[in-house]
């Protein structure tokens, strides 16, 4: 039987891969925000559920991108006439 990779639970290496950063960084700047999945630790190790951390980065990505449209329109609102 194959687990789904949503599913599966990922250890702080993985987890780094997923998400682009490091491991040492996934725990210990990422795994403290509150905003960051639940640890899952069945064996005692930190591990992240797949699913979740995928679904926690395009809540961020979406956020960041709603940030940089608000910052584009404000350029254009304040352009000249003649620049649009």
């Given amino acids: 039987m194959t ?3 949503e599913l599966r639970s990922l250890d702080a290496t993985e987890a780094g891969e997923l998400l ?3 491991p ?9 925000r ?3 999945p639940k640890r899952a630790d069945p064996d005692g190790k930190p591990r992240w559920v797949a699913g979740e951390l995928l679904a926690w980065r395009e809540a961020i990505q979406a956020g960041r991108q709603v940030r940089r449209r608000r910052r584009g ?6 352009a000249s006439p003649d620049a649009r």
Avoid: M, Q, T
């Fill in 24 to 32: 040492r960084y996934v725990s210990e700047r990422l795994a403290c």
């Fill in 73 to 78: 329109s404000k350029v254009a609102k304040n």
């Fill in 20 to 22: 682009g950063y490091g």
């Fill in 34 to 36: 509150p905003d960051f």
């Fill in 3 to 5: 687990i789904p990779f």
